[in-house]
């Protein structure tokens, strides 16, 4: 069919549909902290209800509600799911935020406020894309399904239980995923694979109580201890010395090499964004391209112990919190990435320091020849009249192996952030534009996959 | 003279001086973030005023406030000093505080609050000694001063000058330090000296923003950074690998071992208090009392980057701090401490580390044969009728070497606290009998010395 009158729609509601955003954006939902959440689901479920799915809240056990809607088409038998999330980072360190971090503030043509790029500006994106058909249409030429977590930020720890008891509800013939976008030159960037991720917590323990620091001679320091099981884990030259960490690493196929070159540089405005002369160990090019999408990692992502406040105190602290996050390239599992670390710290003396497992991911990989592949270039460079840059994976994570590897649907991520979305950092932001055009690729993915 | 008129006279006053305590235990005063410091030295101006001082306010440059005191005596020629200091620790982490850190709860024979024990009580103890004197006698037996500074829990920064300033002024026979009391076996405790201290703060900085994680093989992680220079400031061993760090150190004299075998062993209660099956590398007996006291240190006071809140969030954080204090044995000098570790960090690829100096003193010793020492001896004997136990010196720092080395006064510590003060960390705390003995200990000081 013609997409003119779909997309006239979605431009002369676009402020309407903004505002949905908007009021979304302002429902905290940190999955973290278990804090809003269960208001956001609600409003999820309001949303797709009133478009005209129906809808079903599944409760994970001990976790969010994942809301899952659905809406036939009387032309199809194919069926198109969306995967989204609408839970979000926490927002710290709030005092960098230009506007309050669930403002939803819109200013010079962007929205602001954690959650509008990941992934709340996608949910509402898709949601319009399929309004547009029923109010210009009538119906949906492909059946629709939509499945929106709420632990996506934490690693999905209760999501694949709700996949493996939801198989036949879920079954569909193309996934897809919650996020995409334009680059620096404004080309839309679509992605075949996610990283898996391994989230942990390490605690160390010393005295019962916090103790003069007079007394160091004599009582262990949990902060030492801590930071020498790290430097165990990982050297200055970010190898990662877990014995047998990079045992199932491949190495890059051919095919997947061709698509890292066809991939546009962006380094030098990545690093003017990020405030960085160099990347790290001064990669650049392909190598930089590599590594990025294709190296696993062992990244601190907090530490805390003892006295943080203003000027000195001469503690010795009775404990001390790293949080690290592993990525993960395919054919490395979360699960035996754990017993390997359990091992690793075990031979090296620190069997006392406590491992807290907070979520985790597979890799997975959709192959660039398959058909949604195409529908999915072809509907973006429609929309966005430029050359679409296709990564084999990205660097990121989240549950795609639930879908591809368990429901066995190809899956393509594409979606309405940009290359300065700041996403999971202070000033997260979508730009309208973007969640426009984001709104058009959505509808056109939806028509030419019919 | 008789003391038993002096003596009366604290007991019958002890709730008085009790609650004078409390009002001063109320008043916060936290140096390390300037927290209601000029409002404390404000009352102990007022404290000695009240009692019969004269007073001066030595205003240090960009630091608290020096409050000193005098009072002459019309039957001596000689003078005694008392050093102390009325700001405290900061009180964190409050959560772990029975009664609120600064209620000066009393509970169980006990007065509860921060700054209770180090150095409020002393403080007060003190003063009420003199007062002992003014009521009973009308005069004091030998002149007396008080210098009470503001900086002692930040290392003293701006108290160097305002010793050589007021050389004169300050000029003392012997000065009673700080701090001190009682062992586990109720056995008063005497120090001879202190440790060195130099405090310090380490600042590594990443990208201009905190980033995405799955940024990782691309953007440096301050937090590894750090981590990678602390692992190479000590080893696993405890061993300091600054080079040259360990190159002033004296071996221990026959005579401060002779001092240290003397030492009641009080491991068991210690360990019991601080909730330890061992101390660190085992050490037990002569060898814990020789790492305890001659061993030079290197602690973590603190650690800070990232996320540290609840659950998980993948943030490549864009900085990451460290707090450290270094504890120093005579003849280390913190100057060429911290050169060396400049010259450390510079050498093992660390130069873009930030070094903030917060802090500090050099380590001082009085000779055990100074007569001032077998005065405080003599009258712990009597006031505590229990063995009187000799440190050649404490664990901790302080100024002492300005009065030590720059005035040249011999400098004997002794006090109110006790076993389980809890000084610097939650529930810090001085028992009642403490203090009411602490103050007639002082009396008695005041009369032998004379």
């Known amino acids: 069919m013609s997409m003119r009158n779909l997309y006239s729609y979605i431009n002369e509601n676009s402020e309407k549909f903004l505002q949905e955003l908007v009021s979304l954006v302002k429902h905290p939902s940190i999955s973290a902290r278990k804090e809003g959440v269960q208001e ?261 992502n907090g530490f805390l112990t003892g006295y943080t406040g203003k000027g000195s105190k001469t503690v010795l602290p009775k404990d001390a919190t790293v949080k690290i996050d592993f990525r993960l390239v395919p054919n490395q599992m979360p699960k035996e990435i754990l017993t390997k670390l359990i091992s690793h710290l075990k031979k090296g003396g620190f069997e006392d320091i406590e491992i807290i497992r907070q979520g985790s991911t597979e890799p997975a990989r959709t192959p660039v020849n398959e058909r949604l592949v195409q529908v999915v270039v072809d509907a973006a460079r429609k929309i966005y009249k430029k050359k679409v840059v296709v990564y084999p994976t990205s660097s990121a994570s989240g549950p795609m192996h639930l879908f591809r590897n368990w429901l066995g649907c190809p899956v393509v991520s594409a979606g309405c952030s940009h290359a300065n979305s700041k996403t999971h950092a202070p000033n997260e932001n979508l730009t309208i534009d973007g969640f426009i055009k984001g709104t058009k690729l959505m509808a056109t993915i939806i028509n030419d996959f019919a």
């Open 40 to 300: 956001c689901a609600d409003i999820v479920e309001k949303l797709l209800l009133k478009t005209g799915f129906s809808t079903k809240v599944i409760p994970e056990k001990n976790g969010n509600p994942v809301i899952y809607g659905e809406l036939k088409s009387s032309d199809s038998e194919k069926t198109i799911m969306f995967y989204d999330h609408y839970d979000v980072q926490p927002a710290e360190p709030l005092d960098e935020w230009d506007f309050g971090a669930f403002s939803g503030k819109i200013h010079e043509g962007r929205i602001y406020g954690r959650g509008s790029s990941d992934n709340k500006g996608n949910i509402v994106s898709r949601v319009k894309a399929v309004e547009a058909f029923l109010k210009e249409t009538g119906g949906v030429p492909v059946n629709i399904k939509f499945v929106v977590e709420g632990e996506e930020e934490i690693g999905s720890p209760h999501f694949a239980p709700v996949v493996k008891k939801y198989k036949e509800l879920f079954a569909n013939d193309g996934t897809i995923w919650e996020f995409g976008g334009t680059n620096y030159q404004g080309q839309p960037e679509i992605y075949l694979g996610l990283k898996g991720v391994l989230s942990i917590e390490l605690k160390a323990k010393g005295a019962s109580q916090d103790v003069h620091s007079a007394y160091a001679p004599l009582v262990p320091n949990p902060a030492w201890h801590l930071i020498w099981a790290l430097c165990s884990l990982k050297n200055p030259d970010d190898k990662i010395l877990i014995e047998g960490f990079y045992d199932e690493v491949e190495s890059i196929s051919k095919q997947d090499l061709e698509l890292l070159r066809k991939i546009p540089s962006e380094e030098k405005k990545l690093k003017k964004t990020l405030g960085l002369t160099q990347f790290l160990h001064h990669s650049t090019g392909v190598e930089a391209k590599k590594a990025l999408l294709y190296s696993p990692t062992c990244t601190i």
